[in-house]
């Protein structure tokens, strides 16, 4: 995957009006409840049926998130994500039904940020469009330096590049360190191999396709209490990697 330069000039959303979010969804109760429920949290609607018309609805309402259903009349969850994400960085989280995980991934790999499967609870999706929503203006490196993060017994200092493992320092090599700074800012989702190469290694990125198994491993060995059984950075076969810490 190649590295995005317009992934960083993303802006944050000026707090003193609503975010707006463009729901793509066909089934009326989904839309039924979420238009209720997210106006409820202060989330400004927009609703549209098909993926035809949610690129057309795309141009003119200038969401600042997007919530994609995969399955769609007309153009499908995947073609709407590859034609916003030509044009947008707006945050798009797709929303798929049990049994699409593969394709779950696959919208990950044209440019969704997250994806949640139904059935889902309000609060979990509300919770992810936020964290969406927080990750874009922090996603260049430079916003985020001196943030530390902390969670699952871990601790991260970014401005010293110290990190802390259950209260001990642990030395970490520097892809190390932005490995799972990248995975603990991303708790409880899966990050795609290629998401995890392409934005700690970017072109750096000359060993095989081992070289990530590789510091993935030699993190589990300092982060771990059972390198053998990690509980902390689990392995989604095929796919990726997720922080399960939180
Ligand atoms: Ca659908």
Redesign the pocket.
Known sequence: MAKDPKKNKREAVPSERPVRVLLV???DSFVEALSVGLAHEGFEVTVARDGAEAIEVFEGADPDLILL?L??PKLSGLDVCRHVRARSNVPIIMVTAKGEEIDAVVALEVGADDYVVKPYRLRELVARMRAVMRRTPASTPEDSLGETAELGGIRLEPDTRRAFVRGDEVHLRRKEFELLRLLMENPGRVLTRDVLIDRVWGSDYVGDTKTLDVHIKRLRAQVEQVPKTPVLITTIRGVGYRFDGA
């Open positions: 969804e066909d089934e259903d399955m769609l």
